[in-house]
């Protein structure tokens, strides 16, 4: 492209994509597995969507020999660091199986080592304190303490792949053809604002939760500052991070249904409350003035899963692409029609969701795990 065409193209030289970013999940609601092949053809057909410098995979029911176990996938940056997490995590849990995950040469830039860890919590949390949130402090622990590693999974029968490449290299670097999962949640990074690196790829996790995004939160500052008042700590050098632990703190720690939670992120405005029925506008002016700091503020279009569930939710204004579909068992949520017609053409119901109403996609049989 010569400069003229540059002109016409980009007239006011801005340098940011601001509809990047490309997301696509799939999930069987029978709770059968599926391989990778799919997914990665979506992700491979938005390719555009991403600039190299991010993508990954979140995987459910992939660890079914390990089911019981939780599922650490560990990136180290030196050999100190993996003595350091070693240390760690030998005196808070009782290590089951560990090795280093295997890889193949593919593009991808700079690749730490990757360790997989099968464990169990060991007998020594205090009384008050639940086996989630005693994992959640070893993962924050080990975050901050040993320099150079870093959790990027540690959930029970799921794993997240993510690394700095275009999802089809991550898929090739990881070796995905060999895994098998019920939900695949899958994201291509552009970024605009924060580092392109192995940590800050997505998805982001804490336990079994996962989150990927497009788009940016302005309000990265003050929804840090409140979760890191429960316990989390942000390492990963971006703002999508803080969406995983506010999940984790709405649905988990205190029970908060979707249909709750999904006001909580992407609030009415104050305006559309005022006009609302009696009964549901002070609802939403509890939320709002209870949770006002967990408000993501700025453009986004999120898909968040854990075991049994899957949810797609946009801003208020749906700043970003968003679309869902369905064929038989087969659901997707997808930034481009295009991606998810590739992988199944014919589908049953196909529409754009408005912002902030959630797509929500459950197992059949409401049990939250696949049969």
């Not at 690749?111 to 989630?132: C, D, G, H, I, M």
């Not at 008042?229 to 995983?244: P, R, W």
């Not at 529409?351 to 109403?357: I, M």
Request: aromatic share 12%; hydrophobic share 40%; charged share 25%.
């Amino acid at each position: 492209m010569d400069e003229f065409d540059r002109k016409i193209m980009n007239p006011y030289g801005d340098d940011k994509d601001f509809a990047a970013c490309g997301i696509f999940a799939a999930m069987n609601t029978a709770g059968n597995r599926f391989g990778s092949r799919d997914v990665v053809r979506a992700m491979a057909n938005m390719h555009d969507r991403g600039n190299g410098l991010g993508g990954g995979f979140a995987v459910y029911g992939i660890y079914p020999q390990f089911k019981d176990y939780y599922a650490f996938h560990v990136m180290y940056l030196s050999r100190e660091a993996k003595e350091k997490t070693d240390r760690i995590l030998a005196s808070k849990f009782d290590i089951i199986y560990d090795e280093e995950m295997q890889t193949r040469p593919a593009d991808v830039r700079d690749p730490p080592v990757v360790w997989r860890y099968f464990a169990a919590p060991k007998k020594l949390r205090r009384e008050t304190q639940s086996e989630e949130d005693y994992v959640i402090e070893a993962v924050m622990r080990i975050n901050t303490e040993t320099g150079k590693a870093f959790v990027f999974s540690s959930g029970k029968d799921m794993g997240v792949f993510k690394g700095v490449g275009f999802p089809e290299d991550v898929a090739d670097f990881f070796c995905l053809e060999d895994y098998q999962g019920y939900l695949w949640s899958c994201h291509s990074r552009f970024p605009t604002n924060t580092p392109g690196w192995w940590g800050g790829a997505h998805p982001f996790n804490i336990l079994d939760w996962t989150v990927v995004h497009n788009g940016e939160l302005s309000s990265y500052g003050i929804n840090r500052r409140y979760l890191e008042m429960f316990g989390y700590k942000c390492t990963m050098q971006t703002d999508t991070e803080v969406l995983a632990y506010a999940v984790d703190l709405l649905m988990r720690r205190q029970h908060l249904p979707v249909e709750l939670v999904v006001q909580v992120l992407a609030s009415p405005l104050w305006e559309e409350i005022d006009h609302m029925e009696p009964k549901q506008a002070n609802l939403l002016r509890a939320l709002r003035q209870t949770y006002g700091s967990l408000l993501m503020n700025g453009p986004f279009g999120i898909v968040i899963a854990h075991h049994g569930e899957m949810i797609g939710l946009c801003d208020r204004i749906k700043l970003r692409p968003m679309v869902a579909g369905i064929k038989g068992d087969m659901q997707y949520i997808s930034s481009e029609e295009a991606a998810m017609r590739l992988v199944s053409p014919q589908l049953d119901k196909f529409w754009a969701p408005r912002g902030g109403e959630p797509v929500v996609c459950r197992l059949k049989n409401n049990k939250g795990v696949p049969q």
